[in-house]
C-alpha cells in the first residue's frame, strides 16, 4: 500500500510540474504523504521490540554445547552407574563442553557472551518488579532472571565436575575399564545411603585419603541433587515465559530457530 501510493504521489507530482497546475488539498497531501510512511514503520517494529519481543538468534555452538550437556546430565543419572567408568567420561566430556562453553562466552557473538546477561541481583529484582507490573522488555540474551539461573546452573555443573575428579582422579589414571576408581566410589554410594552411622565408622576407620573422598562424595551428591532442582526451575521459567510472551522460547535452542 505504501509503495502504490508513492508511485501515485510521484506520478501526480510530475505532471503538477509538466503542466503547472496547482495542486492542492488531499492531493498534495498525497503527494508528500509517501516521506512519513516509513518512520511509521519503524516506530511501530520499535513498539514490537519494547513489546516483549525481542529478535534474538543463538549461535551454532551454544545450542550445541546446550543440549551436550543435557544429554551428559541424563546420560549419567539415568543410564550409567555412579563409579563406573562410563559415568566418569561422561563426566569428563561434560567437563569439556562446560569449558567450551565458558570460553565462548568471552569470543563468542555478541549474545552469547557474558557481557549480555551480567550476573545482576539487583536486574533480576527490576525484572521480577516488571512481570508484576505485566510489563515485557526486550532482551537481546536472557533476562536477568534467567542470567541467575544460567550461572547458578553452570557453578554447581563445576562444583559436580571438581569433585568427581577428586574422587576419580584425572584423565590419565582412567581406563576403559576402571575398576578401581568405580569401586571406590560405589563404596562411598554405599555407605551415604546405608546412613550417616556407618559412614561415620568407615571414615573413623580410614586413611585421611578415604575421608576426603567421602566428603568430596557428599558434596558431589549433594550439587547434583541441587542441580536436578535447578533444572526443574529453569523447564518452569521457560514454560512460564512463553505463555508470558506467547510464542515457545524452548524452540531457540532448536537448529534453524530464534
Avoid at 505504501?2 to 501515485?8: F, G, H, V, Y
Avoid at 497546475?21 to 510512511?37: C, E, K, N
Avoid at 515457545?248 to 532448536?254: I, Q
Wanted: aromatic content about 6%; hydrophobic content about 50%.
Amino acid at each position: 500500500m505504501a509503495l502504490n501510493r508513492q508511485s501515485m504521489g510521484i506520478v501526480m507530482g510530475t505532471m503538477a510540474v509538466l503542466t503547472n497546475t496547482d495542486i492542492s488539498g488531499p492531493a498534495a497531501r498525497m503527494i508528500v504523504a509517501p516521506t512519513f510512511a516509513p518512520t511509521f514503520a519503524t516506530t511501530q517494529r520499535t513498539a514490537m521490540m519494547t513489546e516483549g519481543l525481542p529478535v534474538r538468534r543463538w549461535d551454532l555452538l551454544v545450542k550445541l554445547t546446550h543440549w551436550a550437556i543435557v544429554l551428559a546430565v541424563l546420560a549419567n543419572a539415568l543410564l550409567f552407574d555412579a563409579g563406573s567408568a562410563a559415568h566418569i567420561w561422561v563426566g569428563y566430556a561434560l567437563a569439556a563442553v562446560l569449558c567450551l562453553r565458558l570460553l565462548w562466552g568471552l569470543v563468542g557473538p555478541a549474545e552469547a557472551r557474558f557481557t549480555a546477561f551480567p550476573f545482576s541481583p539487583g536486574r533480576a529484582l527490576v525484572h521480577l518488579k516488571e512481570i508484576a507490573a505485566g510489563k515485557k522488555t526486550a532482551h537481546r540474551s536472557h533476562n536477568p532472571l534467567g542470567a541467575l539461573m544460567v550461572y547458578a546452573i553452570w557453578g554447581t555443573l563445576l562444583v559436580i565436575i571438581a569433585t568427581g575428579i577428586a574422587m576419580a582422579g584425572p584423565p590419565s589414571t582412567i581406563r576403559l575399564v576402571a575398576p578401581t576408581q568405580a569401586a571406590s566410589m560405589a563404596k562411598v554410594a554405599a555407605a551415604e545411603e546405608e546412613g550417616e552411622g556407618e559412614g561415620n565408622e568407615a571414615s573413623e576407620g580410614g586413611d585421611s585419603g578415604e575421608r576426603d573422598e567421602s566428603f568430596a562424595g557428599e558434596v558431589h551428591e549433594a550439587a547434583v541433587n541441587l542441580l536436578y532442582g535447578l533444572i526443574l526451575l529453569h523447564i518452569a521459567g521457560v514454560a512460564f515465559e512463553s505463555r508470558r510472551q506467547r510464542r515457545n522460547l524452548a524452540l531457540a535452542m532448536l537448529p534453524g530457530q530464534r
